[in-house]
């Protein structure tokens, strides 16, 4: 049981390049999340997904775009990068079906430096 | 949306002390307050966490505390050790809201030996 995992763990891009940041999760959850981290700013939600097939902006979606086709896989893409997105990303997941509130388990993050 | 305000941003304790982080959140309808320690390169981790029926709940040297009407709560750590030393998340969250999580700006602790 390998919980959440992200991949890349490090990446360095160009501005306007583009990138795919990929989380995967075994615990059958139904919810997942893409969050940014900054220096003093805690963690900011940018996507969501509820299920399969779903997705929805969360406090930040400017500049990414999310697909969720695999219950157990949640992607973010950049597609123009800029410098403005140089931080930390950690993917979370939660909630089994019909049980009660869980919280959020998050994966191991990915520093992306944007030149 | 719900605004989650946390205080003091740095504490600085001296090892076998108490520490005590400070949570607001302005919206009433939210019911789950987990709280999280991120360790330097890591990611979040799930520490204690509190729901709203309950007023304290306790975990061994780790305690929370919920005031509904005051709308805040509060991590204690009792007798630190220097491995407590990390940065400390406090959440809220409604649980008919998809489970979103609204996050407080962090508490870097420090526990000096």
């Known amino acids: 049981n390998a919980g959440v995992t992200q991949t890349p763990k490090f990446r360095v891009l160009k501005t306007g390049q583009s990138m795919t940041l990929l989380c995967a999760q075994d615990m059958n959850h139904e919810y997942m999340y893409w969050y940014r981290q900054d220096p003093g700013m805690g963690l900011r939600l940018i996507h969501y997904?509820?299920?399969?097939?779903?997705?929805a902006k969360g406090e930040v979606p400017d500049g990414y775009n999310v697909s969720r086709l695999k219950k157990q896989n949640f992607l973010l893409g950049l597609e123009s990068a800029a410098p403005s997105q140089t931080s930390v990303y950690f993917c979370?997941?939660?909630?089994?079906?019909?049980?009660?509130?869980?919280?959020?388990?998050f994966g191991p993050g990915t520093r992306l430096t944007v030149l | 949306g719900e605004n989650v305000e946390q205080h003091p941003s740095t504490l600085s304790v001296q090892e076998g002390d108490s520490a005590v982080i400070k949570c607001t959140y302005s919206?009433?309808?939210?019911?789950?307050f987990p709280w999280y320690k991120q360790e330097l390169g890591k990611r979040p981790q799930l520490i204690i966490d509190i729901r709203s029926n309950v007023g304290e709940k306790k975990d061994q040297r780790i305690a929370v505390t919920l005031n509904k009407t005051a709308k805040h709560f509060s991590l204690h750590i009792t007798e630190t050790q220097p491995e407590d030393s990390a940065v400390y998340f406090c959440?809220?969250?409604?649980?008919?809201?998809?489970?979103?999580?609204?996050f407080g700006s962090g508490t870097k602790l420090n526990v000096k030996p």
């Open positions: 959440a809220a969250s409604i649980s008919n809201n998809f489970n979103k999580f609204y």
């Open positions: 979370a997941s939660s909630q089994i079906r019909d049980r009660p509130l869980d919280t959020q388990y």
């Open positions: 919206d009433s309808a939210s019911n789950y």
């Open positions: 997904s509820v299920g399969e097939g779903t997705t």
